[in-house]
C-alpha cells in the first residue's frame, strides 16, 4: 500500500536502486542526499564560470567535446520528443546537449545527460543529475539534490528542492516541488504547489485508512505515482501520496495522507 511498487513502474528507470529494499516509497528521499554524494559527475570545469556566474555564450556538450554555440549549427525541437538538433559543418552531433547562454550552474556535481536542453536563465545547483532529453526551461531554480530522469520538463520560473522526477515527468509552468517524487508521465497544471512543511513542529504524518504512519521526514511534500495528473493552482498538503493515475483537480488543495489509485480529487 506504501511500498515503491504501489506507486512506480522502476524497471526502466536507470537509477531504480535508489528505490531497492525499501519499506516506504518515501525512504527514496532519506537517502538522496547519501545517493547523490556517492554517484560520478563529469568534469566541467573547462566552460564553468566562477562561483556560480551566468555562462557569456552558449554551450553545446557531445560525448567528450565542448563545443561554443557560434560553431554549431542548432535546431530547437522539443527536447523530451528527442527533436533537438544540433550539426556541426553539416555533420549530425548525435545525442548533443546545449546549456544557453544565461545559465547558471553552481557547484562541481552536476551531471547532464544527451539531448538535454537548458534554457537561459535557469539556476542549477548541485548535486543535480539531468538525464536524456530533459528539458530545463526560462527561469526554472533547481535548488540540488535533484534528479530528473528520461524526457522530463522543469518548466517556466518553477522551483525544486530535493526531489525525484521518474521518466516523463512534467512540471512545466510556475510549480513548486519541495522533497518530492513525480512519477512516470506525471503531469503537473500550471501553477501547482508541493508543500513541504508543517506549521507545527514534528515529522509528517501519513494518514492512512489504517492508522498514522510516521515518516520520519520533518520536510515532505508529495508522491505521486505513475500517470497523475493535477490541475492548474492545486496544492497538496505536506505528507501527500497519490496513487497512480489519480486526479488533483483545478484550485484544489488535496487533504495530507493517502491517495488510492485512480482517486478523483475535487474542490
Known amino acids: 500500500m506504501l511500498t515503491c511498487a504501489s506507486f512506480f513502474d522502476l524497471s526502466r528507470f536507470a537509477f531504480a536502486d535508489l528505490f531497492?529494499?525499501?519499506?516506504?516509497?518515501?525512504?527514496?528521499?532519506?537517502?538522496?542526499?547519501?545517493?547523490?554524494?556517492?554517484?560520478?559527475?563529469?568534469?566541467?570545469?573547462?566552460?564553468?564560470?566562477?562561483?556560480?556566474e551566468p555562462l557569456t555564450r552558449t554551450i553545446?556538450?557531445?560525448?567528450?567535446?565542448?563545443?561554443?554555440g557560434?560553431?554549431?549549427?542548432?535546431d530547437f525541437g522539443d527536447a523530451p520528443k528527442g527533436l533537438l538538433k544540433v550539426s556541426k559543418e553539416g555533420r549530425p552531433?548525435?545525442?548533443?546537449?546545449?546549456?544557453?547562454?544565461?545559465?547558471?550552474?553552481?557547484?562541481?556535481r552536476l551531471r547532464i545527460g544527451k539531448g538535454v536542453l537548458i534554457e537561459p536563465g535557469a539556476m542549477i545547483s548541485s548535486p543535480t543529475i539531468?538525464?536524456?532529453?530533459?528539458?530545463?526551461?526560462?527561469?526554472?531554480?533547481?535548488?540540488?539534490h535533484c534528479l530528473f530522469g528520461k524526457r522530463c520538463v522543469v518548466g517556466?520560473?518553477?522551483?525544486?528542492?530535493?526531489?525525484?522526477?521518474?521518466?516523463?515527468?512534467?512540471?512545466?509552468?510556475?510549480?513548486?516541488?519541495?522533497?518530492?517524487?513525480?512519477?512516470?508521465?506525471v503531469n503537473l497544471g500550471a501553477g501547482?504547489?508541493?508543500?513541504?512543511?508543517?506549521?507545527?513542529?514534528?515529522?509528517?504524518?501519513?494518514?492512512?485508512?489504517?492508522?498514522?504512519v510516521d515518516s520520519g521526514l520533518r520536510k515532505f511534500g508529495a508522491i505521486m505515482g505513475?500517470?497523475?495528473?493535477?490541475?492548474?493552482?492545486?496544492?497538496?498538503?505536506?505528507?501527500?501520496l497519490l496513487g497512480p493515475r489519480s486526479m488533483l483537480l483545478p484550485n484544489t488543495t488535496a487533504p495530507s495522507g493517502l491517495h488510492r489509485g485512480c482517486s478523483i480529487i475535487r474542490g
Open 93 to 108: 552531433l548525435t545525442g548533443a546537449s546545449v546549456i544557453m547562454a544565461g545559465v547558471s550552474l553552481m557547484g562541481d
Open 130 to 144: 539531468v538525464d536524456d532529453c530533459t528539458v530545463i526551461r526560462q527561469g526554472a531554480y533547481v535548488r540540488g
Open 20 to 52: 531497492m529494499q525499501t519499506e516506504y516509497a518515501w525512504e527514496a528521499l532519506s537517502r538522496l542526499k547519501a545517493y547523490m554524494q556517492q554517484a560520478t559527475y563529469p568534469d566541467y570545469s573547462t566552460f564553468l564560470p566562477k562561483n556560480g
Open 156 to 185: 517556466h520560473v518553477t522551483e525544486v528542492k530535493h526531489a525525484i522526477f521518474l521518466d516523463d515527468a512534467k512540471a512545466g509552468h510556475f510549480a513548486y516541488l519541495g522533497d518530492s517524487i513525480l512519477g512516470n508521465n
Open 226 to 240: 505513475d500517470d497523475v495528473q493535477t490541475g492548474c493552482n492545486s496544492v497538496t498538503n505536506p505528507g501527500t
Open 192 to 212: 501547482t504547489k508541493l508543500a513541504n512543511l508543517r506549521f507545527t513542529s514534528g515529522t509528517v504524518q501519513v494518514r492512512t485508512a489504517e492508522g498514522a
Open 70 to 74: 557560434d560553431e554549431v549549427e542548432i
Open 60 to 68: 553545446v556538450l557531445h560525448k567528450n567535446e565542448v563545443f561554443s
